[in-house]
């Protein structure tokens, strides 16, 4: 009863309305705009270059975060200072999606290499994300030690289907990259000359880890290529609202390779790779 009386409310006002409607022609005078592509970075040094492509029109100040609204290729693009971490990337990625709706979103930064065949300054395209961040541990006594290795890893992400959220032991999270975004990923590779740029597995986790065993470990379950600290849960937020995602890092150090010094000007070519993947992409929308 209470829905018809609102159907019945709405109906009325719309035909009240619509004489000037007719009249303003305002069904012409708002275009619709596209829906804007997301582009993320925790820290300036992975930010400013983006900002300076984008003509930014004006910015957004939500908590922590900011959202710079501009254009390339006269689309509507939104560059987001996501802060540092999983919990950062997280909220930054659900604010972003509820209040501007982005079609795609590309999380780029940079990592730190555990496969020794890439160097500072080499691009990994993030075919997949896993995280490394959740791990249940068997029971051990007091002065037992602590034995990473023999972790067991958690998926914590709920299954199709599944009613409540339970914990999932053996399989790590894992994001798949967007067929389409991974596209515009390959053509921009095509054209990148002088660099190193790879498909590979994108590590997540809280953790700067400079133990080779761990990294071998990583290696030999998950393939990892480079570790950082936003990919994985930007992924997750993104998945759960259906939005197509891919991850980009540039090695900013690499720890097998004996290249432990974290490169700040690294982040200058994974921005660059990033602009030319999101013109990619816009050809062909
Ligand atoms: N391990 C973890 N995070 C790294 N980053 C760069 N190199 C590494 C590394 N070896 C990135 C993270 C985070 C910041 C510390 O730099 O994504 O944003």
């Known amino acids: 009863m209470i829905v018809d009386l609102r159907i019945a409310v709405r109906t009325h006002a719309c035909l009240l309305l619509l004489p000037l409607l007719v009249a303003t022609g305002c069904k012409q005078s708002t275009p619709l705009r596209p829906a804007p592509l997301l582009l993320q970075g925790a820290v300036d040094i992975e930010v400013n270059r983006l900002l300076d492509s984008i003509q930014v029109t004006h910015t957004d100040t939500i908590g922590a975060w900011i959202f710079a609204h501009g254009s390339i290729d006269g689309y509507p693009v939104i560059v987001s200072r ?3 971490g999983a919990a950062h990337a997280a909220a930054a990625t659900a ?3 509820d209040r501007y709706h982005p079609r ?3 999380n780029i930064g940079t990592a730190g290499g555990y496969d020794t065949a890439l160097h500072y300054g080499d691009i990994v395209i993030g075919q997949s994300a896993v995280s490394l961040a959740a791990f249940k541990s068997p029971p051990l006594p007091a002065h037992g030690g602590s034995h990473p290795l023999e972790w067991t890893a958690m998926d914590l992400v709920p299954r199709p289907g599944e009613v409540n959220n339970l914990l999932h032991e053996g399989t790590a999270t894992q994001f798949s990259a967007d067929s389409g975004l991974l596209a515009a990923a390959h053509r921009a590779q095509a054209y990148t000359t002088g660099r190193k740029v790879v498909d590979g597995v994108i590590g997540t986790s809280d953790f700067w880890n400079q133990e080779l065993d761990r990294i071998a470990f990583f290696r030999q379950h998950w393939h990892v290529s480079v570790e950082e600290m936003e990919t994985v849960p930007a992924a997750q937020v993104a998945s759960i609202f259906k939005i197509p995602f891919l991850g980009i ?8 390779n004996g290249e432990l010094a974290f490169d700040p000007r690294t982040a200058d070519a994974v921005q660059d790779f990033a602009m030319r993947v999101v013109h990619e992409y816009l050809g062909r929308l």
């Open 95 to 97: 604010l972003a999606i």
């Open 104 to 106: 795609a979103i590309l």
């Open 82 to 84: 996501t802060l540092m």
């Open 249 to 256: 890092r540039v090695v900013s150090d690499n720890v097998p």
